[in-house]
């Protein structure tokens, strides 16, 4: 551990291409160039443009009394457009704090290379490599499945003799889009407005999981210093507060640093997270809905695929979350598990301070509105399952 903050900045290696593809500088020591402004203004005007033309569709079928399956199609890609374009332009607007964010875990783990634990650390710093990557995989799945699906049904209507333009997506033009000339570029409009979607939510997802993991691997790190804090002595000798000090201010000061980097994310993604709530019950309402009700069978598959990956976006933010608060929470039960009935009266008090500040977990929150925790997982679960029944029933 010469190396400041490598551990840390392996796993910020892993999630620095979406960052890169996206125009948003990852690192303090990347400057926000004008190229760079340039790329992302490109990518969030036709992720917006794709999103308001998907609008613009619903709406216009809705005013036109089209059938209500008809109308839902284009309303999860619309809000999962709009999820990830909210996303970026927190990212772009908190680019400070998520530098602060970086360099304070890059200095808390130089301060703590001393005791770290190396099994603790592979273990879940390889679930987090694991999730990544497929995520990844799923981005590029989904992207090569919406590029090379309306060449497949042209392909398939021209051998039936009733070729027509097919695109990836139905989205409104303020021009006709059913000529020859124009299909490259409006192809080439949606696979980029796709392109966005995956980048953006890629790199603020990637990121936050990132942020939860590594803080909850440093409060688990600081439980085992707690728990060892005062040694196994067998003299009948009673350790004395001066005896243990040193160590317990430097582990105080710790503890204070954690809940400080805690509460800064939770400034960063407060607002994403409850849009991300809210949003993800609509998706999942929706696009169950559409996989239930689409005859179009490779229409619904892709509705169902799309449907997955909603599903593991939102449990994997609820899960990652809630390791942060069950991670600071056992700090408690550490320093009860230390020896702290061998010391001196003065160790105690000082020790029953920290546990019963532990005991108020560090939580990451929707804007103070939800806890983002295993409950909220299943909260939205069943939001989303309600309002899907409701929806069917309705329908039929």
Same mark, same amino acid.
């Given at each position: 551990?010469?190396? =400041?903050?490598?551990?840390?900045?392996?796993s910020?290696?892993?999630?620095?291409?979406?960052?890169? &593809?996206?125009?948003?500088?990852?690192?303090?020591?990347?400057?926000?160039?004008?190229?760079?402004? #340039?790329?992302?203004?490109?990518?969030?005007?036709? &992720?917006?443009?794709?999103?308001?033309?998907?609008?613009?569709?619903?709406?216009?079928?809705?005013?036109?009394?089209e059938?209500?399956?008809?109308?839902?199609? /284009?309303?999860?890609? /619309?809000?999962?457009?709009?999820?990830?374009?909210?996303?970026?332009?927190?990212?772009?607007?908190?680019?400070?704090?998520?530098?602060?964010?970086?360099? @304070?875990?890059?200095?808390?783990?130089?301060?703590?290379?001393?005791?770290?634990?190396?099994?603790?650390?592979? @273990?879940?710093?390889?679930?987090l490599?694991?999730?990544?990557?497929?995520?990844?995989?799923?981005?590029?799945?989904?992207?090569?499945?919406?590029? #090379?699906?309306?060449?497949?049904?042209?392909?398939?209507?021209?051998?039936?003799?009733?070729?027509?333009?097919?695109?990836?997506?139905?989205?409104?033009?303020?021009?006709?889009?059913?000529?020859?000339e124009?299909?490259?570029?409006?192809?080439?409009?949606?696979?980029?407005?796709?392109?966005?979607?995956?980048?953006?939510?890629?790199?603020?997802?990637?990121?936050?999981? +990132?942020?939860?993991?590594?803080?909850?691997?440093?409060? =688990?790190?600081?439980?085992?210093?707690?728990e060892?804090?005062?040694?196994?002595?067998?003299?009948? #000798?009673?350790?004395?507060?001066?005896?243990?000090k040193?160590?317990?201010?430097?582990?105080?000061?710790?503890?204070?640093?954690?809940?400080?980097?805690?509460?800064?994310?939770?400034?960063?993604?407060?607002? #994403?997270?409850?849009?991300?709530f809210?949003?993800?019950?609509?998706?999942?309402?929706?696009?169950?809905?559409?996989?239930?009700v689409?005859?179009?069978?490779?229409?619904?598959?892709?509705?169902?695929?799309?449907? +997955?990956?909603?599903?593991?976006?939102?449990?994997?933010?609820?899960?990652?979350?809630?390791?942060?608060?069950?991670?600071?929470?056992?700090?408690?039960?550490?320093?009860?598990?230390?020896?702290?009935?061998?010391?001196?009266?003065?160790?105690?008090?000082?020790?029953l301070?920290?546990?019963?500040?532990?005991?108020k977990?560090? @939580?990451?929150?929707?804007?103070?509105?939800?806890?983002?925790?295993?409950?909220?997982?299943?909260?939205? /679960?069943?939001?989303?399952?309600?309002?899907f029944?409701?929806?069917?029933t309705?329908?039929?």
């Open positions: 551990m010469d190396e =400041k903050g490598r551990l840390f900045n392996e910020l290696q892993k999630i620095q291409l979406p960052f890169r &593809l996206s125009g948003l500088p990852l690192y303090s020591t990347e400057k926000f160039t004008f190229k760079l402004r #340039i790329l992302s203004f490109l990518h969030l005007f036709f &992720l917006s443009s794709g999103a308001l033309g998907a609008f613009h569709v619903c709406w216009v079928k809705a005013m036109a009394g059938d209500f399956v008809t109308v839902t199609v /284009m309303a999860p890609c /619309m809000c999962f457009s709009s999820l990830a374009g909210f996303k970026a332009l927190h990212l772009i607007l908190n680019r400070s704090k998520i530098c602060e964010i970086i360099d @304070k875990l890059f200095a808390i783990e130089e301060e703590t290379k001393n005791y770290i634990v190396d099994d603790i650390y592979n @273990k879940e710093r390889n679930s490599h694991k999730v990544i990557t497929y995520f990844k995989a799923v981005y590029i799945v989904l992207l090569i499945a919406f590029m #090379i699906s309306p060449f497949s049904i042209m392909a398939k209507n021209y051998f039936e003799g009733d070729f027509e333009l097919v695109y990836p997506f139905t989205l409104s033009y303020p021009f006709d889009i059913n000529h020859l124009l299909y490259p570029a409006v192809y080439l409009h949606q696979v980029e407005c796709t392109i966005a979607v995956f980048l953006f939510a890629g790199a603020a997802d990637s990121f936050f999981y +990132t942020c939860c993991l590594y803080i909850s691997i440093q409060f =688990k790190m600081l439980q085992l210093q707690f060892i804090l005062i040694p196994d002595d067998r003299s009948q #000798i009673r350790l004395k507060f001066e005896d243990v040193d160590k317990f201010v430097e582990l105080v000061e710790w503890h204070e640093k954690l809940i400080s980097l805690t509460n800064l994310l939770e400034v960063v993604y407060g607002k #994403i997270t409850l849009y991300n809210v949003i993800s019950s609509v998706l999942i309402c929706l696009t169950l809905f559409d996989v239930t689409i005859k179009d069978v490779s229409l619904a598959l892709t509705f169902l695929f799309f449907l +997955t990956t909603c599903f593991v976006q939102i449990s994997l933010l609820c899960y990652f979350g809630d390791k942060v608060t069950q991670a600071s929470t056992e700090v408690s039960d550490a320093v009860y598990n230390s020896l702290w009935y061998k010391c001196d009266i003065s160790v105690g008090k000082h020790l301070i920290v546990l019963m500040r532990s005991q977990p560090c @939580k990451l929150t929707a804007l103070g509105f939800a806890d983002v925790n295993q409950r909220s997982f299943m909260r939205i /679960m069943s939001n989303a399952w309600s309002y029944a409701l929806l069917k309705m329908y039929h």
